[in-house]
């Protein structure tokens, strides 16, 4: 399961030392962060975010069940990001499929409503996963 945001803020500038634990001109932690906040004050427990070499990862843990984020910006557009959320599940969590759909549904609209309330943040859109 994956769902995908795209949408345009000025309000996630790429902070100095974050180029030294991502690719060149790639950032996303300012927008991690804010996730992991907003997230947090809705039930959801955000772990620190994580340089990958592609943007930021957050491990969330919800409902008794584990997901990770990633959250980057778009090469090219000046104020452009995306942001995605997938599953973590292991074996049990193949076995509960529904349970696990039910789980990431609910996260997915606590996500999107973050989202959509920040006063910076354009332009919002679902990308095809």
Known sequence: MERVWAFSSS???????????????LGGRALCRYLAGALAARGVAPGAPTPEDWGWRLELAFEGRRFWMGCGVVTGEPEGFVAFLKT??????????????????????????????????????????
Do not use: C, T, Y
């Open 11 to 25: 309000a996630f500038p790429l902070e100095p030392e974050e180029a030294e634990k991502v690719n060149p001109g």
């Open 88 to 129: 973590r599940r292991g074996l049990r969590g193949l076995l509960a499929g529904a349970v696990w759909r039910a789980s990431f549904e609910r996260l997915a609209a606590l996500v999107e409503q973050v989202l959509r309330e920040h006063s910076d943040i354009r332009d919002l859109e679902e990308e095809p996963a």
